[in-house]
């Protein structure tokens, strides 16, 4: 049932991962939603944050990984199974840079939970970047974070303005794509 899958989501977002590595990437169950975590040697990462109801089940599964510190906040795009969760976020942690997709203005949302992200990045004194391709973050000991994506601004559809993103660690890579579908 629905509820129990939420009691499940609820234990495991409790339990720590046992894991150990120089980079840790989590792939957070916010059910259809998307939420990734990516524990580097000298930064964190989260891309997206759910949809709206799994603040909290984020939250408390940040916690249980020790997180204190985000330094890289990502909304690949600012539809509700993306951001739903990330006002909670932004509430609870320290967060030192905050990217969005570089949407079109015609494309901007006025949903609830846009204007609720808004205000508390807003609230916390937070500035928003635009992600911007071939940008690159250094995450330490050699691991980067690329900007790939959006090349150019979709007029039509918000998806394909995701960020699409790459973690570089050595001979190993993790390609996030947001809702981007293959025209991005």
Do not use: W
Not at 3 to 12: E, H, N, R, S, W
């Amino acid at each position: 049932s629905v509820l129990d899958t939420l009691y499940q989501q609820a234990d495991i977002a409790q339990t720590p991962t046992d894991a150990e590595g120089d980079l840790l990437v989590h792939f957070i169950d916010v059910g259809q939603a998307d939420c990734e975590l990516i524990q580097a040697p000298g930064a964190n990462v989260l891309i997206d944050a759910g949809d709206i109801g799994t603040g909290d089940l984020v939250v408390d599964y940040l916690k249980a990984q020790g997180i204190t510190k985000i330094d890289y906040l990502l909304a690949t795009h600012p539809h509700a199974d993306h951001i739903g969760g990330m006002p909670e976020v932004v509430n609870t942690f320290k967060i030192d840079k905050v990217l969005f997709s570089d949407i079109p203005a015609e494309l901007t949302p006025t949903t609830k939970i846009y204007e609720r992200l808004l205000d508390s990045i807003a609230d916390k004194g937070l500035k928003i970047t635009k992600a911007r391709p071939g940008v690159v973050y250094d995450l330490g000991d050699g691991t980067k974070l690329k900007i790939l994506a959006p090349i150019s601004q979709n007029h039509e559809d918000l998806n394909e303005n995701s960020i699409v993103c790459r973690v570089e660690n050595g001979k190993t890579s993790f390609l996030f794509t947001g809702a981007a579908g293959i025209s991005s």
